[in-house]
């Protein structure tokens, strides 16, 4: 029987499903850091489950009568509603596309992957992966089919529409094409000018892990993560889970290096306000959702690369680094001050680990995952060639080749977590980034002054409105060219790094 008031009852439905979603979510983060190993088949079958409850919802019979019903009437709407409705109809499009077995078998497939992965990456052993790995393409490629066909497009747009809605690899091919004319010229320059400055000094260790995770909580707390409705924990691979109300990041930990887990913080805390900054009155419906990955990856990148590796920041974080580990810079030499750490935090070298690379080359670890899952995906690359095609193309964009498959393609969570056609949202949440960033710093000239003294307030606050805020009520370049004044490009990525590399 379909409800008088269609656009009530959908409402109604989909703040069911909003429910089912965010306790899948609190599943999730649990499955990646505090699960013990022997629950995994349960928790395989708890998040099955749920997933299928969440199919039956929005791929219920009378779903598209529904849909075509209050769209008729969708010009009586505010602009939220009408903005809720389309996001509705794209949200019943890719589930509607799906069979309940395809989703229970895709979800517990990468349940077992996700755990297989894990040992897999501990012991460099890529083979003890490929029987899981191959089961999860094998469903990905049947999503990504059945959703092709349903949107009228590839099968890898079809995957790539899921995290960056509208996304396709056409437009993708040409913002990395920009970058792959700009970026392995600009590398040479950047190696070339840090070669003529003094030596950057190393930060001698041991830096304890508890000491780490008070540093890490007093600056994401200054920044404006809360602590109230959030936790920060330890994950193998660093993420951000949860819901708008209960924010879950995650960093790991290395006693030798604590800029590794510092800036996986930062970076998390920059996901985490975004979530947090979700319009709060839309919170359970489609159109309160973050708006897709381009502009969630700007966040985290614009937090992490662009406000706290800035001299303004690292002057006021490096007194607190210095207290946190009871290093001075009298006693413990010059290593400590506030330009070698920014040095430190800038510097540019090729290496293996994509969470762990410089601005620089950050993207040209994109491309060769992009082009590799393209690959796969269409049937090119054959899973089991998968680490010499990845040391290959290490060796094409930064001229290395890593020493084993943990520092290579078993480094990631993403293919075996059936995120496929996730990875190009980084390198277009960087550009975007640089975009908002330039732009908040037009509108308000004192925020790096701001930034200097600890105050994030200036910039959360331009964030918020106009970027978190507006949840998913326009498509990602309407919110780029309403904040910034154009859509998505290359163009201020590409002057940040040469102003930022070059110029110093």
């Known amino acids: 029987m379909i409800a008088n008031d269609p656009y009530a009852e959908l409402e109604r439905r989909f703040a069911r499903l909003s429910a089912v979603s965010r306790a899948s979510a609190i599943l999730n983060w649990d499955r990646s850091t505090m699960m013990p190993d022997g629950a995994s088949d349960d928790r395989a079958d708890q998040l099955a489950t749920l997933g299928v409850i969440a199919h039956e919802i929005i791929a219920a019979p009378d779903m598209p009568e529904l849909l075509s019903r209050a769209e008729e009437g969708g010009t009586s709407l505010d602009p939220w509603r009408q903005a809720n409705l389309r996001e509705m109809r794209r949200a019943w499009v890719h589930e509607s596309a799906l069979p309940a077995d395809l989703v229970e078998a895709r979800t517990r ?49 079809a995957l790539l529409d899921e995290f960056e809605p509208g996304g396709r690899a056409a437009r993708i091919d040409a913002l990395f094409a920009e970058l792959r004319a700009f970026l392995p010229d600009l590398l040479g320059r950047v190696l070339e000018h840090q070669k003529r400055l003094p030596p950057i000094l190393p930060l001698e260790g041991p830096f304890p892990v508890e000491a780490q995770r008070k540093l890490g909580e007093e600056l994401i707390r200054r920044i404006g993560f809360d602590f109230h409705h959030g936790r920060l924990d ?75 590796r800035s001299g303004a920041f690292v002057a006021f974080a490096a007194p607190r680094m210095r207290a946190a580990f009871g290093k001075d810079v009298d006693k413990d030499g010059p290593a400590w001050s506030v330009e070698n750490i920014h040095r430190l935090y800038t510097r540019v070298a090729p290496g293996f680990i994509r969470v762990d690379a410089d601005e620089v080359t ?68 960087a550009l975007a980034a640089a975009q908002l960033f330039a732009a908040a710093r037009r509108a308000e000239p004192g925020l790096l002054e701001a930034i200097g003294k600890g105050d994030f307030s200036p910039l959360l606050g331009w964030l918020r409105a106009n970027v978190h805020g507006k949840g998913s009520i326009a498509t990602t370049d309407e919110i780029l ?10 163009a201020a990525f590409k002057a940040h790094l040469e102003s930022r590399y070059l110029s110093a």
């Open 109 to 157: 497939a990468c349940s077992a992957c996700e755990l297989a992965w894990r040992s897999a990456k501990k012991n460099a052993d890529f083979k003890s992966l490929l029987p899981t790995l191959t089961e999860v393409l094998t469903l990905m490629r049947r999503v990504g089919e059945a959703k092709a066909a349903a949107l009228g497009t590839s099968l890898y747009d």
């Open 234 to 308: 330890v994950s193998a691979h660093p993420f951000t889970g949860g819901t708008a109300d209960d924010v879950r990041i995650t960093t790991r930990y290395d006693e030798q290096d604590f800029a590794r887990a510092l800036m996986g913080v930062l970076h998390e805390t920059g996901h985490g306000l975004y979530e947090a900054g979700l319009p709060r009155d839309w919170r359970r419906q489609p159109v309160g959702n973050a708006r897709g990955m381009t502009l969630h990856e700007s966040q985290s990148l614009l937090m992490e690369m662009q406000a706290c």
């Open 362 to 429: 950050y993207p040209l670890h994109i491309m060769l995952r992009y082009r590799l899952e393209r690959a796969m995906l269409a049937g090119d690359l054959p899973l089991a060639d998968l680490p010499g095609a990845w040391n290959e193309g290490m060796r094409d964009l930064l001229g290395i080749v890593p020493a084993d498959d943990s520092l290579g393609c078993l480094q990631d969570i993403h293919w075996p977590d059936g995120g496929w056609g996730y990875f190009p949202t980084y390198t277009l949440g």
């Open 481 to 490: 060219t309403a904040a910034t004044g154009a859509p998505l490009g290359s």
